[in-house]
């Protein structure tokens, strides 16, 4: 995955371009690269090996000519990331930068060197630069040189691309991974994530699948790759409701942090206006009757771990549901119930496995629904119907409040089918879930983690464990320390323990326990004796874990408040992120962009 900004309108373009990386650096952080018009009305490009600062040192006070500039962050996939492989690419008059892979690329570049094209990156993207100029020799204009060259391409793609002859005009393209128009006064901006150019505008589109746009200062033009200019159209912009401060860090030392003390928020918003006596989450009635016969999630990461938690929810209503993981979901036999309906979780709305799976289940004649947190997405677009989750943009790319959003929403949803819409125990302790959960964060100490952090941090190996709903959190405790700590960590169901990976138990070894389902609670601390008997490190969470029981079956121990099941949930995950983003500070790591990783995964 990579990061795409662009911009066309009156002001110097590099620093709005250089600003709008910053936002993206979740999104890659190899190489980073800008083009832009210089004062003699020629295109220049600088680039960078590493992040985004690297490259504002070699912008410094270089303001750039006002026009059309676009820039780039690079997430490496074809090519190492050096300074060669950075975007943007040029060939001749054009410029431009890509996210996606070009499947035919090792047959263009053969047939471009024979006809005497000489490559300077071992990237797919060098090879849409010269297709382009090769059409644009040809035609002399510059739309129609773009839609001609990516006739001829294979695989998917988002393009910001320039040309030294038009420069007011960029031309943004896409054909799978997103890109997002945003439309100011008398300017315009286009980015692969809406954070980039939140600052300057808030009013969107999503370019669809297929579709390009001309775009010169306010004047845009959206057509398709088989359409001619001349049949183009303005795009009907979209409002969003995301303030400019959730792009912003704050007083917080990360983005991780700083979305960790949001989760309260984030539960509050996605709650808000879909409870009401009678009538739960009433983007449902036009699927009604319900329920269906039963449910099939298809998620990927911390979107599958909220997908178990969902199972769950949906099981404690009655109502028989399936969890698979999208990338293997999409290439088995689809062999589920008549009339089921086919769920796919996303937080970007962008993940290639997960729309994959959602269009296997819509040709078989499914209904297909969605759960993103991103307007316009993908994900929102190909589902019969899209519920939004509104924890706002989310910047770390290990997932916080965006899991806490997919869960509510998930309870919230499991209540609406099973009929319940009336006051129950379960939507009380929902409806009370944000304020409890933002009393919880408000009181966290963390001197009080600090020995829980030596632990962690020291420890060989660092295991989770739970039963019932405590199994997804093990799951989603072990994804984050995984992530952001680099450190071996794995999660299981606690009866699964003595099943093979009880052997990996020794000194030096963390089992983490969240502890949340009171009603497994003595079967789980069965199994954490076994594991103090062997020498393991047990450290509980949870409420009601009494003192005495230390050194018996824990030994240490982080205490939530007492409630139900359906607050503990937000709070155990709270302390499991919170616990791997103090371990991860410790050990000196980024965190916000942690190696290899990207924030959603837009190919295979």
């Known amino acids: 995955m990579c990061g795409i900004m662009g911009y066309s309108g009156p002001r110097p373009p590099l620093p709005l371009l250089v600003s709008g990386l910053e936002r993206l650096e979740y999104r890659g952080y190899d190489s980073s690269g800008v083009a832009f018009f210089n004062d003699r009305g020629s295109i220049d490009v600088l680039r960078a090996a590493g992040k985004v600062s690297i490259l504002k040192e070699r912008v410094g006070l270089l303001e750039g000519h006002p026009g059309a500039a676009i820039g780039h962050i690079r997430w490496a996939t074809h090519g190492a990331p050096t300074v060669e492989n950075a975007h943007p690419h040029r060939s001749g008059p054009i410029a431009l930068v890509h996210n996606g892979i070009i499947e035919n690329e090792q047959a263009l570049r053969e047939r471009l060197k024979s006809e005497g094209v000489h490559f300077q990156s071992e990237t797919d993207t060098e090879v849409l630069a010269h297709l382009i100029r090769r059409e644009y020799e040809r035609t002399g204009e510059f739309a129609d040189s773009v839609s001609k060259a990516l006739v001829q391409v294979e695989g998917s ?140 999630f298809v998620a990927c990461g911390t979107s599958w771990h909220a997908a178990l938690l969902g199972r769950s929810f949906m099981e404690s209503m009655g109502i028989p549901s399936t969890v698979e993981i999208a990338s293997e979901f999409r290439y088995r036999p689809l062999l589920i119930p008549k009339g089921s309906w086919v769920i796919g979780i996303s937080q970007s709305g962008e993940t290639a496995d997960t ?64 009929g319940r819409n009336h006051e129950t125990h379960e939507l009380a302790a929902l409806t009370r879930s944000p304020h409890r959960l933002e009393t919880f964060l408000e009181a966290i100490s963390p001197e009080r983690y600090d020995q829980v952090v030596e632990r962690l941090r020291h420890s060989r190996l660092v295991m989770f464990a739970g039963r019932g709903v405590d199994y997804p959190l093990a799951l989603e405790g072990a994804l984050k320390f995984k992530e952001i700590t680099y450190h071996p960590a794995d999660g299981y169901p606690g009866g699964e323990l003595k099943h093979g990976p009880i052997a990996l138990v020794e000194p030096g070894v963390t089992i983490v326990a969240p502890m949340v389902e009171i009603g497994l609670r003595q079967k789980e601390i069965s199994n954490l004796r076994e594991i103090r008997a062997r020498g393991g490190y047990v450290l509980a969470i949870g409420h009601s874990i009494e003192e005495s029981q230390r050194g018996i079956w824990y030994d240490d121990k982080i205490d939530l408040p007492d409630g139900p099941v359906w607050s503990g949930v937000f709070q155990a995950a709270s302390v499991l992120q919170y616990v791997s983003y103090r371990v991860a500070v410790a050990l000196g790591n980024d965190v916000d962009q942690p190696r290899n990783l990207a924030k959603s995964v837009t190919v295979e």
Request: glycine share 8%; hydrophobic share 45%.
């Open 157 to 296: 793609y988002a393009l910001a691309i320039l040309c030294q002859d038009a420069p007011a005009d960029l031309i943004a393209v896409r054909q799978g991974p997103p890109l997002i128009l945003g439309m100011g006064e008398g300017e315009s901006f286009v980015a692969s994530d809406i954070p980039a150019f939140l600052h300057f505008t808030r009013q969107v589109y999503s370019f669809q699948s297929g579709e390009i746009g001309l775009i010169r200062h306010g004047e845009v033009r959206i057509g398709t790759l088989s359409t001619p200019l001349s049949s183009w159209k303005s795009p009907v912009a979209r409002t969003i409701s995301w303030d400019p401060f959730f792009a912003e860090k704050g007083s917080y030392r990360h983005f991780m942090e700083k979305e960790i003390f949001e989760s309260s928020r984030a539960l509050m918003d996605t709650l808000a206006d879909r409870i009401a006596p009678g009538n739960l989450l009433p983007e449902l009635l036009p699927l009604a009757p319900f329920p269906p016969p039963s449910l099939t």
């Open 355 to 418: 729309l994959g799976a959602l269009e296997l289940a819509r040709k078989e004649g499914f209904r297909t629904l969605g759960i993103s947190n991103v307007p316009g997405s993908s994900l929102e677009r190909e589902s019969d119907l899209c519920l939004l989750t509104h924890a706002g943009p989310e910047v770390g790319v290990a997932s916080t409040k965006a899991f806490h959003s997919q869960v509510a929403l998930l309870m919230l949803f499991s209540l609406a089918l099973s």
